[in-house]
């Protein structure tokens, strides 16, 4: 049995918590992620999570370690924070393109497996000790083309507001389009500083490339992220 030791909660919100944690064993540090208020909708969502994280493997998306009781599970830990705080610590720490082309290499994996994230926004894109990307939390992802929990109340929000406006017009119907939107959301969050999500002024964003990607995604005319990433790698 592994000795883990707690050390401090690093989030808390809607009903989960994040707390660090250090394996004594491995002298690695881990993210416990569980449950702190028991709700029917929450525990589905936790379930929902748990089984679609840890059949994934990728270099730039957290690892999932082991589920640890009913209501938690442990993961790799991130110590470089989120996208949304590295803008918060300095509004001019622009994305690098090979950050860029690791989220969308992270993203393009999850659709080739057959889901689609449906949360993706700058606070669940978080950055390991080298500054590389790695995506996280898997609790509204589903299944392409199947309806997100058809048994959920029709006032629940899957996602994110503002991040998330194709799944509004097609009946919570999982789709790579509201992924790819989320993209150019991010995107445009990221290299423009901008908090204005509902009407994007693409003009703030400097860089031609990244300015054609995200204007493209919030206009629908991608179709999977491989497209975004052929665009990102044939630009100087």
Do not use: W
């Not at 989030?11 to 394996?23: C, E, N, P, R, V």
Request: aromatic share 10%; glycine share 4%.
């Amino acid at each position: 049995m592994k000795k883990l030791k707690p050390l401090q909660i690093l989030k808390s919100y809607g009903a989960t918590q994040l707390s660090l944690i250090k394996d004594l064993d491995q002298g690695h540090y881990l993210v416990e992620k569980k449950i702190i208020v028991s709700i029917e909708v929450q525990k589905k969502l936790f379930a929902n999570e748990i089984h679609i994280h840890q059949q994934l493997d990728h270099r730039y998306i957290i690892k999932f370690i082991r589920q640890v009781g009913e209501d938690a599970f442990l993961m790799e830990y991130a110590p470089n924070g989120s996208i949304e705080d590295l803008l918060k610590r300095n509004p001019r720490e622009f994305l690098s393109r090979r950050q860029v082309q690791q989220l969308l290499m992270s993203i393009d994996y999850l659709h080739n497996l057959g889901y689609v994230h449906n949360d993706i926004k700058t606070s669940n894109i978080l950055l390991d000790n080298e500054k590389r990307i790695k995506l996280s939390d898997f609790a509204f992802a589903g299944k392409i083309g199947e309806t997100f929990f058809e048994d959920f109340p029709d006032y629940f929000m899957v996602g994110t507001d503002k991040y998330r406006p194709i799944m509004k017009k097609k009946s919570k119907i999982n789709c790579v389009q509201n992924d790819l939107y989320s993209i150019g959301i991010v995107l445009f969050r990221a290299f423009s500083n901008d908090g204005n999500l509902e009407s994007p002024d693409v003009a703030l964003i400097e860089d031609e490339t990244i300015r054609y990607i995200v204007q493209n995604c919030l206009n629908e005319k991608f179709k999977s992220a491989s497209e975004i990433l052929d665009v990102l790698n044939s630009s100087k």
